[in-house]
């Protein structure tokens, strides 16, 4: 039976979101493509009428995460942006959570495309944040938001490692004060 070019797209994109989902939650290596597929409610078989490899799912799911649709769900402004960021509720689902906090060590070994996509992303985000960042020249305001930016992933990565909620919390926290303060 053949489907539809829409059902096609449908399963595409079920493809993309499981596979985004299940990277950011175990890696790139903790999950196979028969789970990803079974997370998709579709059939190992089907996954070659959309990707060529593992690899090429790897580099697709990221850009799909790095460029949804519809443009950045994400607040403008930087301050808005931290107080998401550094959220018990973000760093307590790594599934949806930023792809630089959840695979960023990993994608620094995955494929050119991969590495592409997230370059692109950041230089996205850097730009979008120079906007609001404190300083007063270009220049000032870029290196605040690449150190700004920096911190809060940097912070949401200890804060998922550590074995101690108290000191988790306190990590996030006093991250997001200390950009608050303009610091």
């Avoid at 994400?74 to 906090?101: E, I, K, N, T, V």
């Amino acid at each position: 039976m053949k489907i539809s070019r829409e059902q096609v797209a449908e399963n595409r994109t079920r493809i993309l979101d499981a596979a985004a989902r299940l990277f950011r939650e175990r890696g790139f290596e903790g999950v196979t493509v028969a789970q990803i597929m079974n997370a998709a409610s579709l059939t190992h078989g089907a996954f070659y009428g959309h990707f060529t490899s593992k690899d090429d799912l790897i580099a697709q799911a990221c850009a799909h995460v790095l460029t949804p649709p519809g443009g950045d769900p994400h607040p403008q402004r930087m301050a808005d942006f931290a107080a998401q960021y550094l959220s018990a509720a973000h760093r307590d689902d790594p599934g949806c959570a930023c792809l630089f906090s959840t695979l960023g060590t990993e994608a620094v070994r995955a494929g050119d495309d991969v590495r592409h996509a997230m370059t692109e992303s950041v230089r996205r985000q850097l730009e979008k944040f120079s906007q609001s960042a404190p300083g007063q020249t270009a220049e000032e305001r870029r290196r605040a938001a690449v150190g700004s930016w920096s911190a809060m992933i940097g912070a949401l990565m200890l804060a998922r490692l550590v074995d101690d909620a108290e000191l988790s919390d306190r990590l996030l926290a006093d991250t997001l004060a200390w950009l608050e303060a303009g610091k």
